[in-house]
């Protein structure tokens, strides 16, 4: 099955600093991915949908500004969280959808960030 | 963004079967409807989807009413290893973005 990779596993930052986390699509090419967080016993919200060569889309209470997003190639996709605050703490999960067929979407294993 | 509700929690004894229940009554005629699952400090994991007609796969059944305002996903026999939190999904046809509900939490007793 199509595998997802992400990139760290676990980050711990300081109040301020900015953290990138990666997002890779090992077997498969991924015009689109979706970044999601994850507050303790909380569902996935989704954030931001990353487009290939494009502007992430974003969704509706999210800071473009704060979560950057990149998507330069097929397989990778970044999440950059910039002056990152203790309220940035999450788990933050992406995925990356395969276009044929009826689109599933598969997710990476998660990113823990703790910022102190 | 089509809605869904599930209960917070539910329990299973090992190798008894379960019935997830989802209502989702806003859906639209395009609309699929994905599960996954979730462990701790895990990403989401696909366990079955599907548009009308009942749905059979190795992990798992899915059930949809006829009108489609709901369905449920069975576990033949649970496992201890299935104890999770499981989602239903509304998967928009034309934007083919997800919104997870609050999904339910299976626990699964030996």
């Known amino acids: 099955g199509a595998v997802v990779s992400q990139h760290p596993s676990r980050v711990i930052c300081k109040s301020g600093t900015s953290v990138k986390i990666e997002c890779r699509s090992l077997?498969?090419?991924?015009?689109?991915m979706f970044w999601y967080r994850q507050f303790p016993k909380q569902s996935l919200m989704l954030m931001a949908t990353?487009?290939?060569?494009?502007?992430?889309?974003?969704e509706q209470g999210v800071e473009k500004d704060k979560f950057l997003i990149n998507h330069a190639s097929l397989t990778l996709s970044t999440l950059t969280v910039t002056s990152a605050h203790p309220e940035d703490s999450s788990f933050y999960i992406c995925?990356?959808?395969?276009?044929?067929?009826?689109?599933?979407?598969?997710f990476g294993p998660g990113t823990r960030l703790t910022v102190t | 963004d089509a809605k869904t509700t599930q209960p917070n929690s539910m329990e299973s004894n090992e190798e008894e079967p379960v019935h997830l229940p989802c209502n989702h009554s806003?859906?639209?005629?395009?609309?699929?409807i994905h599960w996954y699952r979730q462990l701790p400090s895990q990403g989401p994991e696909y366990v079955i989807h599907?548009?009308?007609s009942n749905v059979n796969n190795r992990m798992a059944s899915l059930a949809i009413a006829e009108d489609r305002k709901s369905s449920t996903l069975i576990l033949h026999r649970a496992t201890l290893r299935d104890a999770a939190v499981y989602y239903c999904?509304?998967?928009?046809?034309?934007?083919?973005?997800?919104?997870f509900g609050s999904g339910t939490k299976l626990n699964v007793k030996p």
């Open positions: 995925s990356a959808r395969v276009e044929a067929g009826w689109k599933e979407q598969y």
């Open positions: 077997d498969f090419q991924a015009t689109t």
């Open positions: 990353s487009n290939e060569g494009s502007k992430a889309t974003y």
């Open positions: 806003t859906i639209s005629g395009t609309d699929y």
């Open positions: 599907g548009l009308t």
């Open positions: 999904i509304l998967r928009d046809y034309n934007f083919n973005k997800f919104y």
